[in-house]
């Protein structure tokens, strides 16, 4: 089996997409990622790699360097066959991000060794649920007016949840609040949280990030924005709202769960050494 790589974004998109949107739910990373890059964000060299059979899409992988490889819910016996053909062609490949025992195959036929990991599982709401009780102040969608703050905010989020070294997130969040995927928790005027939920696509909407700057934690904020973004993702008229959790956080997996989310799968994120 021979894996087909390109760099032509729409075409790749028209003839994967389709078959992503088979499973939105697992493939909830690679549907937003992909369309980020046809949106102009995390487009240096994109690796956009599908498996054919007979003509049809059978699996895919997407990496937006020094991001890790991303893989949906692929067969595992075509996992050695895209890392063997990506250490020949010598691409550089950080880690690997996706379903637990698809990333950890990818990572035993890979030539570096596993550096770290990361655990995480993939959560769906079921019936959103208001906490109790709601802690004080009110939601609203973010404006122009938030850039700077919730730029600052996202790269703290970055570096305290994947410990990676802040790179400047502006393009990125300015294209959020553009499309008002991200909300702002305020008491008395004042910020105190944030979180985002990605617009629809094929009947999906993603959580995420949600942030508490350490000055505000422990009043409840985090729970609020989470449900204020929860309830505007299902009123934008997503089916299916999902969110990925550090299984290392038990007070992010329990908060989730208290308000209604229900979990679906496990995932890792391998870095390589």
């Known amino acids: 089996m021979t894996w087909i790589f390109t760099s032509d974004v729409e075409a790749y998109t028209g003839v994967t997409e389709p078959w992503l949107l088979r499973d939105p739910v697992r493939n909830t990373v690679p549907l937003t990622v992909l369309r980020a890059i046809r949106n102009g964000l995390w487009g240096d060299d994109p690796l ?8 049809q ?12 490889l991303l893989l949906p819910a692929i067969p595992s016996d075509v996992v050695p066959a895209l890392a063997t053909q990506l250490i020949e062609a ?3 490949i950080s880690g690997v991000s996706g379903p637990l025992p698809l990333a950890e195959a990818f990572a035993a036929c890979w030539w570096r060794p596993e550096a770290e990991r990361r655990a995480e ?5 079921d019936a959103l649920v208001t906490p109790d ?34 790179v400047d997130l502006t393009a990125l969040v300015a ?3 553009a499309r008002r995927e991200l909300v702002v928790w305020e008491v008395g005027g004042r910020p105190v949280a944030f979180a985002g939920a990605s617009v629809p696509l094929g009947g999906m ?26 309830a505007r993702a299902g009123a934008e008229g997503a089916a299916e709202v999902l969110l990925f959790t550090d299984l290392s956080n038990p007070t992010a997996n329990s908060i989730y769960q208290a ?15």
């Open 48 to 55: 956009l790699g599908r498996l054919e059979r007979d003509g």
């Open 259 to 273: 308000i209604g989310y229900r979990p679906v799968s496990d995932y890792v994120s391998i870095t390589f050494a």
């Open 205 to 230: 909407s993603r959580v995420g990030p949600v942030y508490t700057p350490p000055e505000s934690r422990g009043r409840g904020y985090g729970t609020a924005v989470s449900h204020a973004v929860s």
């Open 90 to 92: 010598e691409r550089a």
């Open 121 to 125: 599982r993939l959560y769906r709401l």
């Open 133 to 166: 009780p709601l802690a004080d102040g009110a939601s609203r969608v973010a404006d122009a007016a938030d850039l700077d703050l919730l730029v600052r905010w996202s790269e703290e989020f970055q570096a305290e949840a994947e410990g990676v070294a802040p």
């Open 57 to 68: 899409v059978v699996a895919a992988a997407i990496q937006t360097p020094p991001h890790a």
């Open 175 to 177: 294209s959020r609040i």
